[in-house]
């Protein structure tokens, strides 16, 4: 995907090759039990639900960030998974897998990133007609990076009463002229 307001452009360019173990333990080196698996589409890698198999196997918690255009039916149920809906000023709204919505545990959660009022609107129709049953908390809104500010997002949630989360992109904010964190 080429979202209109993407943040990990990086990740267009190929990256080098690993096998499941050269992850395992570089990922053991940073002695750490929580693992996201994210940047990009990471379900485009096939391997990708053996990786989290193999992380929950040797004792990690982790948490899979997808766009949602690719099934997630393969994905271990003991992994957390933030299905990021896209938003038509995306440009890439037209490619959702609403069929994972109906895949969501309590534990799971759905991301809106949104630039504009027609994203706020269409993050509510999309809630009310899935009616995901997600705690508070796990239903996020987070203003794209320099379209939308995070107080006018603020104040429609609380115009309209939502029962969702204000989300920041925490990595924009910690390191604001860098492509990505250290």
Known sequence: MRCSFCDTQYAYENGPEMSLTEICT???????RLVEITGGEPLVQP???????????????VMLETNGTIDTKDIDKRCMKIIDIKCPSSNQSEKNNFINLKRLTKKDQIKFVIGTREDFDFAKRTLKYYQPKLAHDHIL??????????????????EDNLDVRLQLQIHKVIWPNKGRGV
Do not use: M, Y
């Open 26 to 32: 570089e990922v053991k080196k940073h002695n750490c």
């Open 47 to 61: 391997d990708t639900p053996k990786l989290i198999q193999r992380l929950i196997k040797n004792g990690f918690e």
């Open 141 to 158: 809104f987070s203003p794209a990076f320099k379209q939308l500010s995070a107080a006018n997002l603020a104040r429609w949630i609380l």
